[in-house]
Structure formats: structure tokens, C-alpha cells
């Protein structure tokens, strides 16, 4: 959370911050990851045999490299809109015998070559937990029981006797399950309504729960504020599945809440501040999980279902459309946008229980491979810095400064929330440490700012990690990388002047 007051020219910028200011344990799972069978994403991203950067698997080592580096703790799959037609049986067993198919959200051919066990082999070997979404496309509720066995049964049944069979005794435990993805959109295979979808995803849940209660199953939202979002909260989000009225009940059918959103303007402060719509998304999403627990009469003892913002990113289609691989080039002002993304991940912490970028490699994403190597674009760099400090608690900040009052993407932002040229969020790691992360949005102005709170013990020196360029188009090819991280350190005596077009974060050991 981050307080704001709005000052005008002449007046001195502050950032009042204390590391007892505790509001909520952030998760790791907002660093989550996204790998669909889309463009270059799992063929030729992950996995790419015959390479000699891949392993003995076909996994790119460089890949499992820079996502061990960004510990990335779960990670979705396999779609996204591929998975509305996917058969996962076909993606199983030995790799001769499996099917070619027609792929009709991309409009492709899947190969099958990767599957389910693959997957598990690849997360095993990156060190994330799988996150496996259903299809409520084509698929049925017996695939998807089906599925959930083959994953996580240690009984002797036939799926689980079939995953044995192709290799693997122990059950992958797979905890996380989506009921779906985008079943709303008009691009998917059976598209639904709402009624028919909260209708459907009730009795799926119900029945996947009957077969593994440990899971945690995630609803298909929308935005986080539509009559979507709406109407199934208020008839999945419920807790006396068996009729009982045990008002000490801990367990709901629904466990988070999906949402989507993606961000993108061609002018600099309108994309750099659009992922504000995300942050005001969150908190209508909560809100809304809040009227469905309220009319259901849902007991407190239920734990509050958490927003799972399982695809997010910058992206504009047209620019750079999913039938042709969605392979964005990202400029500075876009890892401006990032940082204020996850600045507002860290900021609505209490309500999220994961997050993941859409998509991990190649498509709309920080790495890119070639051939011959890995390119890490100016996003990965924002998501480095947090995903390395931004964990353990949000800390609650005050912000007084200039604020951008131009054009919004959406226009709706204008009267919904604050778009402040200094975008700011802070945690206090399990280290101890406080970290500070600021974006300054604005391309011509530096800003000196005091930084109330600041206190570090005589000696010590705040850590300074700071993510600019020449201008905000500018982008990282394979053959130069103009953005990276530049480090040094400051003796946090006065003000901290906060460059132009830069994001930057700060960190610090406080006195005791
Ligand atoms: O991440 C790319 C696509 O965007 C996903 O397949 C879909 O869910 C969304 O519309």
C-alpha cells in the first residue's frame, strides 16, 4: 500500500518509509512464470533438441539458467487459449506414437513432443512448483479427473498405473489447478456464458476436489471488474459444498481468482502508468470476492480466496499479434511499466496470491532465444531486482510528488486512481533489509527526494540498483544490450535524486 499527495511545482518530493510499517506478507508465487504452447514458447524456447545449448532432455540450459537466476517459483501451463482445444492424453507415453494435431487458437500444428511429463521433468529441473490449467473448451469433466489422477494419485487406478507405466512412480503432487482459461473471450473454442460457466466450473470443482482435496483450484475470472468477475464469485464462491452448516468449516471449493490483463500505449506515460488499471483491478476483484462471501454467508473461519493474476505483462497484439508468435521488442519505457506492474503487486500483496508473467521465454516475454543464445530484453531487468529483493512484506510508504495528469490508457484511470510520476512500493525482506523500489516516469525531469524514515547505522552504505537508458525507446538486441543494472552505493545522508526515465531501488540495513 502507498498513501499519495499530490505536490506542485516548487515543492520538494518526499517518501516517508519505516520497516515496523508492516501491512502483508508478499508471496513468492507473484514471481511466477507462464510457458504455453504458443509461437516460440515451448518449441524453440524451453525445449529445443538438437541444440547444443539444450541438455540431454532438450532443455535449453541457458533458459533453466536465467529462470533459476530469476527464481521463479511456479510456473502455468500449457496454455492459455491452447489449452480450450488440448488433449493432454496425446501428450503423454512414447513420443513416436504421439498424435500430430490441428491447433486452432494460434493456428498451428502441435506436435505433442512436449507433454505432461516433460513439463514436470522441466519445472523439477528450474526448481518451480507446476501449475496446470484445465481445458473447458473441448475437454471433458472425466479428462480432467483423468488428468488430476495421472498428476497426483499414489492409488492403484489406471492413470495413475498409466504414469507409472511411462516412467515416473511417485505422483507429482501438482497443487495448483485452473478451471479454464479466458472461457469468457469470444476468440476461445466454447465460449460460454457466465451463467453456464459458474454452473460448470461448481460441478467440476466439486468433483476434482472429491478426488484430490489437497489442490488448489482457481477460478476463471476476468478482469478482476466485470459482470464475469461478478456473477462467478457469487456462484462458485462457496463454502457448504455437503449441506452440513459447519460454521467452523476452513475449506471453500474456490481457492483464488484468476485474472488478466495486459498493458500497452505507443506514447511513454500513458503505457508507463496503464498498469495502474491493474492495481485498481485487484482491489474491485477483492472487493468482489468480498460481496460474494458476504451474500453467501461465507463463515470467517474460510480463508479469503486470493486474485491470482495469472497472465500479465505489456503487450499489444497489434504490434505484435499471438498467430505470429507475439514476439514483442521491448524499450525502456516498457520496463518502466514493468516496474510499476509489480510496484503495484507489491503494494496489493495482501490480496495476491500469485502472479505470472505472460509469457516466460520468446513469447511476450523478458528472454529471447536465438540460436545460439539468450537475449534479455530491458523487462527482465525490473523483474530481476524484484524478484531478488521485493519479497517478505509490503511496507506501507507515503508519497508526496509530481503526479502526470495527461492521457490514460484506459481513460478510465484518470478518475480512479493516481498516476504519480514517482511510483513507489517498498518490503522489508526476512533478512532484515528494507528495499525501496521507485520508478521515475518522467523523461526530462531528475528528482531530489528526502527520504523520511531513512536510517542506517553509522558506517553503512544503501545499495543503489538502477535500470535506465539514453531514452525511453530504447531496447536490447542481440548484439547490444543498452539496458541492464548499473550498481553502486550511497552514504543516505540527503536527498536521493531519482533520474529521469529510470527505475531504481534501493536498499538498506536500518539502525537498530
Ligand atoms: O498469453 C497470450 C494469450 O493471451 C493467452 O493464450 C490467452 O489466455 C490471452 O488472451
Known amino acids: 500500500m502507498a498513501t499519495f499527495t499530490r505536490i506542485e511545482d516548487g515543492e520538494s518530493p518526499s517518501i516517508t518509509i519505516h520497516p515496523s510499517h508492516k501491512i502483508a506478507k508478499i508471496s513468492d508465487n507473484i514471481y511466477g512464470g507462464f510457458t504455453e504452447h504458443m509461437g516460440r514458447c515451448i518449441y524453440g524456447g524451453i525445449y529445443d533438441p538438437g541444440n547444443p545449448l539444450s541438455d540431454e532432455n532438450g532443455f535449453r540450459k541457458d533458459v533453466i539458467e536465467a529462470l533459476k537466476e530469476l527464481r521463479v517459483p511456479v510456473v502455468r501451463y500449457p496454455g492459455g487459449n491452447f489449452v480450450a482445444t488440448y488433449n493432454w492424453l496425446d ?245 518502466l511499466a514493468v516496474a510499476v506492474w509489480l510496484n503495484a503487486f507489491v503494494r496489493q500483496a495482501r490480496d495476491l496470491g500469485m502472479a505470472n508473467i505472460a509469457q516466460s521465454v520468446n513469447v511476450i516475454s523478458p528472454l529471447m532465444t536465438t540460436r545460439d543464445g539468450l537475449v534479455k530484453q530491458t523487462i527482465w531487468w525490473p523483474l530481476l531486482l524484484f524478484s531478488r529483493y521485493m519479497r517478505g512484506h509490503t511496507l506501507a510508504l507515503h508519497v508526496r510528488g509530481p503526479e502526470y495528469t495527461g492521457r490514460t490508457r484506459p481513460a478510465w484511470i484518470r478518475a480512479a486512481i493516481e498516476t504519480p510520476y514517482l511510483d513507489c512500493s517498498a518490503a522489508l525482506g526476512d533478512d532484515g533489509f528494507v528495499n525501496l523500489a521507485v520508478a521515475n516516469l518522467h523523461e526530462q525531469n531528475d528528482y531530489p527526494v528526502d527520504l523520511d524514515g531513512l536510517r542506517i547505522a553509522h558506517g553503512d552504505r544503501v545499495a543503489v540498483f538502477l535500470v535506465t537508458g539514453d531514452h525511453v525507446g530504447v531496447a536490447n538486441t542481440a548484439d547490444e544490450q543498452k539496458v541492464g543494472i548499473a550498481e553502486s552505493s550511497w552514504d543516505g545522508k540527503g536527498k536521493f535524486t531519482f533520474v529521469k526515465h529510470s527505475f531504481t531501488l534501493l536498499r538498506w540495513k536500518p539502525a537498530e
Open 91 to 335: 501428450g503423454v507415453g512414447p513420443k513416436e506414437k504421439r498424435p500430430k494435431r490441428p491447433e486452432l487458437a494460434w493456428i498451428g500444428v502441435e506436435t505433442n513432443e512436449f507433454g505432461t511429463d516433460e513439463f514436470m521433468k522441466w519445472c523439477e529441473v528450474v526448481g518451480a512448483e507446476p501449475y496446470l490449467c484445465l481445458n473447458m473448451g473441448t475437454g471433458t469433466l472425466s479428462d480432467a479427473l483423468a488428468w488430476l489422477e495421472y498428476c497426483n494419485s499414489d492409488r492403484d487406478t489406471y492413470y495413475a498405473n498409466l504414469r507409472r507405466k511411462n516412467g515416473r512412480e511417485k505422483p507429482y503432487n501438482v497443487k495448483y489447478w485452473a478451471l479454464g482459461n479466458e472461457c469468457w473471450g469470444p476468440w476461445q473454442v466454447e465460449q460460454m456464458t457466465k451463467e453456464d460457466y459458474a454452473k460448470k466450473a461448481y460441478q467440476w470443482a466439486k468433483a476434482l476436489k472429491l478426488l484430490d482435496p489437497s489442490i488448489t483450484l482457481i477460478l476463471c475470472g476476468e478482469t478482476g471488474y466485470s459482470s464475469w468477475d461478478h456473477h462467478v464469485l457469487k456462484e462458485c464462491v462457496r463454502w457448504d459444498v455437503h449441506g452440513l452448516g459447519d460454521q467452523n468449516q476452513t475449506k471453500s471449493l474456490i481457492d483464488m481468482h484468476s485474472i488478466h490483463v495486459y498493458t500497452a500505449d505507443r506514447e511513454h506515460l500513458p503505457n508507463a502508468t496503464a498498469p495502474r488499471s491493474a492495481e485498481r483491478a485487484i482491489q474491485m476483484a477483492s472487493a468482489l470476492i468480498d460481496l460474494a462471501r458476504i451474500e453467501n454467508e461465507v463463515p470467517a473461519t474460510v480463508p479469503k480466496q486470493k486474485i491470482c493474476f495469472d497472465e500479465w505483462n505489456v503487450w499489444d497484439p497489434v504490434r505484435a499479434p499471438g498467430e505470429q508468435g507475439a514476439e514483442e521488442r521491448y524499450t525502456l519505457s516498457d520496463a
